[in-house]
């Protein structure tokens, strides 16, 4: 399977599209369906320590036959394990069982987080976290994040797709050489059934879900889809042997009704 691959602002390369865990637990469900997805060919896995199920993604990654290296694995802090960033991150470590983690994230923009950062910006000199970012940041966050600390987060994983086009936030994080990975990118599945991207599925003879992918991949971003069906895990990932035309693609921007199906992050203090 090609894949493509975005540069970071370490110089670190991520692979476009990621398999996103959330609410795949226990961790035996995890530890299936990250073999599937591995198997599929992903070589990104997005975890957290919320999501409980660390444990699922570290041995599915293990009892692959592919090198730990050639796998980019995340893993978030969490917010009431502020306090001790550095144990949260050792704990996660452990559960995966693994040396280093690819990208460490603040998982939401608590009020501890300047000081975690100063944290992660430790764990990232040690290279013990190969890149360190956030998610769930708006502008002003982030904004506040660079003005009080050193390092520029390598990315901001928020809720994207094409009924919540954050266009002003996409814009800035690129002026800022962040990349923006978008998390729920088929917007939890709510909207698979829109005529119009149906209209563009049809024409591409695709399905609505890679439409959706794809979409944001030509926008720059790296992509999240989460499944536990191994024929999805399949078809999310088949992504990359056709492209959106720029009038298709203003089409599908035209979709924004600013859809929020996780969190709104906008007034976190
Ligand atoms: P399932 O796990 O049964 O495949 P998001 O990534 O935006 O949060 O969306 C995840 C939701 O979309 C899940 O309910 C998942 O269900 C569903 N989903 C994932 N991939 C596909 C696909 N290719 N076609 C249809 N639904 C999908």
């Not at 969490?78 to 996660?92: G, L, Q, V």
């Not at 992660?120 to 009080?148: C, P």
Request: proline share 5%; glycine share 4%; aromatic share 8%.
């Amino acid at each position: 399977m090609k894949q493509s691959t975005i540069k970071l602002n370490t110089g670190a390369r991520i692979p476009q599209v990621g398999f996103g865990t959330w609410k795949i637990k226990p961790n035996s469900a995890a530890k299936e369906a990250v073999t599937s997805t591995l198997e599929a060919g992903y070589r990104h896995i997005d975890t957290a320590r919320i999501y409980m199920n660390e444990k699922g993604v570290g041995k599915a990654i293990n009892n692959s036959s592919i090198p730990r290296n050639e796998i980019f694995l995340t893993t978030k802090l969490w917010n009431t394990n502020h306090r001790d960033p550095r144990a949260a991150f050792e704990k996660s470590l452990k559960r995966l069982d693994t040396d280093y983690i690819d990208l460490y994230l603040i998982h939401y923009p608590v009020r501890a987080r300047v000081a975690s950062w100063k944290v992660m910006e430790e764990l990232y000199a040690e290279g013990k976290a190969k890149a360190i970012g956030v998610s769930n940041f708006t502008i002003r966050h982030l904004t506040e994040l660079m003005e009080q600390t050193n390092i520029v987060p390598a990315v901001n994983q928020v809720e994207f797709h094409p009924f919540l086009y954050q266009k002003d936030l996409l814009e800035f994080c690129t002026k800022h050489g962040i990349v923006v990975e978008a998390y729920s990118p088929l917007a939890h599945g709510q909207k698979l059934d829109d005529p119009t991207l149906k209209q563009v599925a049809h024409k591409y003879s695709k399905v609505p879900s890679q439409i959706m992918i794809r979409w944001a991949i030509q926008h720059g971003m790296v992509v999240l889809p989460k499944s536990t069906q191994p024929e999805r895990i399949a078809q999310n990932i088949d992504v990359f042997d056709f492209a959106i035309t720029e009038p298709d693609m203003a089409l599908l921007d035209g979709l924004n009704i600013n859809l929020r199906t996780c969190w709104d992050p906008t007034d976190a203090v």
